[in-house]
């Protein structure tokens, strides 16, 4: 039991720790109405809202997401 416990900490620290996605909402006359795209790194999610910006009226706002883990444990 207090090795089920122990690795539920554990788990639930590592969900914790640097639980975050990367939400790209984008915008532009073509496409329409606006999108979004997620992306597991920050890196990956500023290239792509770059890559949205085409024109004048083209816009992309990259915003950080905390990612809620639930656990269960089972007795």
């Known amino acids: 039991m207090a090795q ?3 690795q ?12 975050y996605e990367y939400h790209v909402s ?3 006359s073509q496409t329409g109405p606006v ?3 997620g992306f597991a790194d920050l890196a990956a999610a500023e290239r792509f809202a770059n890559l949205q910006l085409r024109g004048a009226e083209c816009w992309a706002i ?3 997401v ?10």
């Not at 539920?8 to 639980?19: F, I, M, P, R, T």
């Not at 905390?66 to 007795?75: D, F, G, K, M, P």
Request: proline residues 0%.
């Open 4 to 6: 089920q416990t122990a």
């Open 35 to 37: 999108r979004v795209e």
């Open 26 to 28: 984008y915008s532009d």
């Open 8 to 19: 539920a900490n554990a788990l639930n620290q590592q969900a914790s720790e640097g639980a």
């Open 62 to 64: 990259v915003e950080r």
């Open 66 to 75: 905390e990612i809620h883990h639930h656990l269960r444990l089972v007795a």
